[in-house]
């Protein structure tokens, strides 16, 4: 199913989202008649990895060429698909809500884009089934009738609007002009409502946008005509890169010389910021260094302020004693006392500066 990449649809999601579910119908009905399938979808599809490891395939998958002169550079799920079917590996479908993928498409007129590469791919690669391998026929007889029969979907969507045109042209005709109209209109969506029954059944507010469908149904068969004359460009469209450059493309050996200017540029800026770096670093630890020195010379001046603060109290201790007129054996043994309290203080001290 499709998800919007904003909001809201735009309404050429709307119409990505009519196609993906008449593709969901096909690819359903096809899996459970025959087991057969026109194409994997190349954002859905699982494969082994026997079939991607095979040289043969890698070899024939990235040189593909359109009547042996224009490269391919797209339809990679049709080609896998078509790879399976002539070389008898089984495909299976899930159709079941369990297995329901959510994708995105263009929201904007870059759709047509993408229908112009998906149109041309199917052109080439069913006409190379069905004509140039054969298998499909005889493995898949029923995709094989689906190819054939979308091979005429163009003068089936275009004989419609043209009869109409021309029983309205003619100037006594059998019906009014009116009565033409009006039929041929109930007709197409009545038809419509009943082939997208399983869309509008989750998402019921596009049956408004079913006219719209409908002239667009005319446009793409016209597309598909003009896609049928033009299958020789296969260029991607859609995606930056993904298309040769013709005359523009460089040898391998510039392309070479440039990336290893790149690297050498890489490698360079690489080394400023690893210098950068390492500046940035000695800077943080000299600022630490410093900071470290400061609270190292506090700490001293602090030590130093309190072995001041000591000797004043002894020096005051000792000349209260000698001044005072009662000397006896206390004093003696306060002195003594003091004496020894003022060599403990002047080792810690000492320690404090160590």
Known sequence: ??????????????????????????????????????????????????????????????????????????????????????????????????????????????????????????????????????????????????????????????????TVGYLCSMPNGYLPTWVVLTSYFIWLILTRLIKYIPHFINRPQDVFTLPIWIVFNIYFALLKIYCLFTLHIVDWGTRVGADDQGEKEEDDSEIFLVKNEIVDKSKKINLKSEEDEIKKITEKEKVKTKELKKEKILRLNREMDIERGLNNAIEIEEKLILNSNYVDNSTHLSLSRSKTSIQVNDKIVENGKK
């Not at 979808?41 to 095979?54: E, H, K, N, P, V």
């Not at 094989?144 to 091979?151: P, T, V």
Request: proline share 4%.
């Open 1 to 162: 199913r499709v998800i919007p990449l904003n909001k809201n649809f735009t309404i050429w999601e709307i119409l990505a989202s009519y196609r993906l579910s008449l593709r969901n119908i096909e690819i359903t009905a096809s899996t459970y008649i025959d087991g057969g399938v026109c194409c994997l979808s190349g954002r859905t599809a699982a494969y082994r990895t026997l079939i991607l490891r095979d040289p043969d395939f890698q070899t024939k998958f990235a040189n593909e060429y359109w009547l042996g002169k224009y490269h391919c550079h797209s339809g990679d799920d049709k080609f896998l698909t078509r790879w399976l079917h002539s070389h008898e590996w089984k495909t299976y479908i899930q159709a079941c809500p369990e297995a329901e993928l959510a994708s995105t498409f263009k929201d904007n007129w870059r759709f047509l884009k993408q229908l112009l590469r998906w149109t041309r791919n199917t052109w080439r690669s069913d006409l190379k089934s069905l004509i140039v391998e054969r298998k499909i026929w005889r493995r898949y007889p029923f995709v094989a009738f689906s190819m054939l029969d979308k091979f005429f979907n163009p003068i089936s969507l275009l004989a419609g609007p043209i």
